[in-house]
């Protein structure tokens, strides 16, 4: 099966009266007291997290947060919130939607999942199968803590579904990354290695460890990051994953699901569909699928409201492939002016040349030929335009990315040496000569560098620059020679978004982040 289709719970609402006689219970409308009681539905209760992933925050304004606020990408949207929230770092307004909208989602996810665990474990159903429900539920709870703690840092965490009484106190970034950690940990211990078919993209023990591995890697715990990432790289999932020979089949509907894919968000188009996000209305018209590409598609195809810098093109240009030719990554990265090496009039854009679209030669006119924009989201490969529900998988985690990070723990522990092999097989599917070729006997210091090349050129566009850039220290007004927005950049400040005023004003235990 192409992916599943995750269905979403009606709301769990109890119902309550001091007038017994009067309150007569819908036998059809789902409750904390009628749910909760089959294998079913614990089933229903697990899609129901999944399908967080396609509510408009996380489709859509997660990709600006992590893509265009870092150096990699930047806005010329006529919507200021778009560009004052996640371009320039002026943010004013803390109930902004943009703002608040992958908290808002990140808190719907982590509430369904605490529904699931605090109700299917006295469920009577299958004890293997109630064993997964539990360690996804839990797999996805620390996915949304780990958004969480990237994103906005100190947050309050709460392991139980939420009641009108919680008032749950603001908890250190140290701590939400320890809450993700212990959720994928546990996971890790039950999830099964694969699935059938029908169940592909649920979570898996790769999954969790590749998850558990990136937030010791964002703490720089680099000996645990090693331990957890040690299963897929040199355990037992060295055999479960590879890297495909196709590189930008990493980016193609037609190819999900591939031997690359450790953690893919499962989209789907609903030919029904007229509305943005998961609370639509009527099971007919649900999203399942991501709105981002429209917003990331050049004009006149989308409204390029996110784009990427020209810089990251020429990384891609420093060093040819073994047989001379320009890094395949490139055109399967972005499209601009020479995505085809001959240059605008072969270029392709959804079935028109470049050239064709009516670009300006003047820069100051947006879309203009100097124009670069992220492809990895585009559908230009299965269709002439975008949808605001494209059935296009986010690939969020990919094996590329666990090597390379894999390598990064490695030689942030002086194992430098045997750090090589996993950023060669990286290179060497690119057409690259091996690293321990060209670059043999590199020092800590070098080798962390190039890594920060190696990931540019294997990972631009896929939402992973912001952390990066946090993980090394590198945030910070130095970046405006390549980003212009970063000359606003605060530092201690801008690391994070602002906690959003609505909850602060109802929960006195809340404490805004720093520097609001």
């Known amino acids: 099966m192409k992916k599943i289709i995750f269905i979403l719970i009606i709301s769990l609402i109890g119902f309550c009266s001091c007038k017994k006689d009067l309150t007569i219970p819908n036998p059809n409308t789902p409750t904390t ?5 089959t294998a079913n539905d614990a089933q229903l209760g697990i899609n129901a997290i999944y399908s967080t992933f396609h509510r408009e925050g996380l ?14 990408g930047y806005s010329t949207s006529p919507n200021p919130d778009i560009v004052n929230n996640y371009d320039v770092f002026h943010i004013t307004d803390y109930n902004d939607y943009l703002v608040t909208s992958v908290w808002q989602d990140d808190y719907i996810g982590i509430n369904r999942a605490n529904q699931v665990l605090d109700n299917v474990q006295t469920i009577n159903m299958d004890a293997t199968l109630k064993a997964q429900y539990i360690a996804e539920a839990k797999f996805l709870r620390g996915f949304f803590y780990y958004n969480l703690a990237t994103i906005y840092g100190n947050v309050p965490i ?3 579904a939420s009641k009108p009484t919680d008032y749950p106190p603001t908890s250190s970034q140290d701590s939400v990354f320890a809450q993700a950690e212990q959720d994928f940990s546990d996971a890790a211990a039950v999830l099964p290695v694969k699935y059938d078919a029908a169940n592909v993209g649920r979570a898996t023990k790769g999954a969790a460890y590749a998850m558990l591995g990136k937030s010791y890697m964002q703490q720089h715990k680099y000996a645990q990051a090693q331990q957890a990432l040690q299963w897929l790289t040199e355990g037992d999932g060295k055999d479960v994953y590879s890297l495909v020979a196709d590189y930008r089949s990493n980016f193609i509907e037609t190819s999900e699901n591939n031997s690359e894919s450790v953690f893919e968000w499962q989209n789907a188009l609903n030919p029904n569909d007229s509305h943005d996000d998961d609370v639509a209305p009527g099971s007919d018209n649900l999203n399942y699928g991501t709105s981002i590409p429209p917003f990331f598609a050049p004009r006149p195809i989308g409204f390029t409201d996110g784009q990427a810098r020209r810089w990251p093109v020429w990384e891609f240009l420093k060093e040819k492939t073994v047989d001379g030719k320009r890094d395949p990554r490139l055109a399967a990265t972005f499209l601009y002016d020479s995505t085809d090496v001959r240059g605008p009039d072969y270029t392709m854009v959804y079935g028109r040349t470049f050239s064709s679209l009516g670009y300006s030669s003047d820069p100051t006119v947006v879309p203009n030929t100097h124009d670069v924009y992220f492809r990895k989201e585009l559908d230009d490969a299965t269709m002439d335009g975008e949808v605001f529900h494209s059935g296009n998988n986010y690939r969020y985690v990919r094996y590329a990315d666990v090597l390379l990070l894999y390598a990064e723990a490695l030689n942030a522990q002086g194992k430098t040496a045997l750090a090589y092999p996993f950023v060669d097989k990286v290179r060497q599917r690119a057409g690259l000569a091996p690293l321990s070729t060209v670059m043999p006997g590199l020092n800590q210091q070098d080798f962390l560098t190039q890594l920060k090349h190696e990931r540019i050129t294997e990972l631009t566009g896929e939402g992973h620059r912001w952390e990066d850039l946090a993980r090394w220290g590198d945030l910070g ?9 970063f000359a606003n950049f605060k530092i201690g400040k801008d690391e994070f978004l602002p906690i959003p005023q609505f909850d602060l004003d109802i929960n006195p235990n809340l404490k805004q982040n720093p520097g609001y």
């Open 33 to 37: 007291e009628n749910f909760w009681k």
């Open 158 to 160: 709460l392991l139980h």
């Open 477 to 485: 007004p130095q970046l405006a020679s390549r980003d212009a927005g």
């Open 59 to 72: 489709s859509r304004w997660l990709y600006f947060m992590t893509m265009i606020r870092s150096d990699e």
